[in-house]
């Protein structure tokens, strides 16, 4: 079966430009059809865009795939070519082969769009997809935050499928179009100190329009999509299955899933007994949601098979509903067997894994503490708000290191008597334990962006400055600079640019005699 996408789009508009800059000079788009993704990791970034940031957002997504399995590949151009975000983000996800547990982040910087595409047996529903997006992907590139968009959507996607709120990002400001090297002047020349409106006299804000609506999901398959409730339904892809061919599908699936769903139940029994009944409850979980879409098929089938026949549109669409959900159910059961799969490989070797993971536990105290220490030199050069995302990670994660030594113990209590139960255990302390290492990294990671923020800040005020002072320079010799009408000293631009930052410039102390 050919795996099938959701995409999520958004759209950025310029709404003004004033005075100083009237928009980043006129040349030629950049277009950029559906790309092959690198080959040497899950970042593709064509425009440039992620600069210094790439090891964080690196680690960000390394942090979704340890904690849910889940590959977010992202990719940077400066155009979708014309065609529409979803279009391009489905065709390159296409291209590339990306699968059920692979979603895609696409971004055009010189478009200003963006779109997700995600399979629709990902895990993932759409009002999960847009919270992520309204929430920790939208802020980030309001603000030309290119990395922050991807590490957004890292921990907003782990945050969802862990039933826990999406936390708005640490928003470190970009390059409005990163990828632009026309004559020599680039926007980000601009932006900075564009934040200071009232000295810069001028500013071309960019913003990303919130969604009126959004576009029904397609999937790349044969058959087509079957939507509930008040979303329209879209038009089915061509040629499609033959109906008495659509239902010998659904018959054969049905029966295949029926049998999987019994031999599940009798597994989840065997499972308890030889990891106990906490480790055996996502499987039974799992056994349960297939089950209610197994009844559910099952009901479409007798709806089928009843003395009311149905047109042919209607009996497509139910055939394809009971496809949809005897494959939801198996690939559900799937995951959660390939998970007890792996435990039952670690009960083969629970000696050595717990002594593995008792030394990580071992190590992660001085790597928290570091963490701790760490946030008080930031909190006296930074504004609150820099920090705020990771001032509490440190004593989280002192709680998920208590979490895991608790495991260890009761793990270390049972070894040499019941290696499953040593397995299950093992496992939630490395869960606890990959969690806290993230957490207590997120600090120095933190500290490193706040830095590279600044660099890059110093650097365009300095560039600004630069071009105050030429600019003076070319008026008549009635205005002079530092005089009335003479427009902003450089400094001024500095200072009051400094005054009207997002959080990640240095704090500064009023004068000593100042009112």
Known sequence: MRTRRRVVPAFLAAVGAVALWAGPPAGEARADDPVRLSRGGRITDTVGALGGRAPAVRSALDGLYDARRIRLFVVYV?????????????????????????????????DRQYAVSADQDSGLTQNQLNEVGDAAIEPALRLDDWAGASIGASDGYAAVLAGRPVVAPAITPGSPDPGDVGNGTSAAEFWIPAAAVAVAAGTA????????????????????????????????????????????????????????????????????????????????????????????????????????????ETRRQILDEILSRCTQANRRLDAESEAFDRLRAMAEHASQLLEHAEATAAA???????????????????????LEAVAGQPAEARDRLEFARTSL??????????????????????????QATVLADSVPRRERELRAADAALNAALARTDTDLVRARGMLDGSTQAGSPGAGPAPGAITEAASGAGTGTVPRTEPDAGTG
């Open 78 to 110: 400066g155009s979708f070519s014309g065609a529409g975000p979803q279009d391009w983000a489905n065709a390159t996800a296409v291209k590339n082969g990306l699968g059920r547990q692979d979603l895609l982040l696409a971004v055009a910087t010189r």
């Open 205 to 312: 804000l960019f913003v990303y329009r919130r969604r009126r609506g959004r576009k029904p999901l397609p999937r790349r398959s044969p058959r087509p999509v079957v939507w509930h409730g008040a979303r329209p339904r879209p038009k089915r892809p061509t040629p499609l299955t033959a109906l008495p061919e659509l239902d010998a599908q659904a018959r054969q699936l049905l029966v295949a899933t029926d049998d999987a769903v019994r031999t599940s139940q009798e597994d989840v029994g065997f499972a308890a007994a030889q990891f106990g009944e906490q480790a055996a409850r996502p499987f039974g979980e799992a056994v349960e949601y297939a089950q209610s879409e197994l009844t559910a098929a099952f009901r479409l089938r007798q709806s089928l098979d009843d003395a009311f026949p149905e047109d042919d």
């Open 364 to 386: 992660l105290p001085g790597r928290i503490a570091a963490a701790q220490s760490a946030l008080g030199p930031l909190a006296a050069r930074y504004a609150d708000a820099a």
């Open 409 to 434: 113990d009761q793990a270390r209590s049972v070894l040499g008597a019941d290696r499953g139960r040593v397995a299950a255990f093992v496992r939630a302390a490395e869960s606890a334990l990959d």
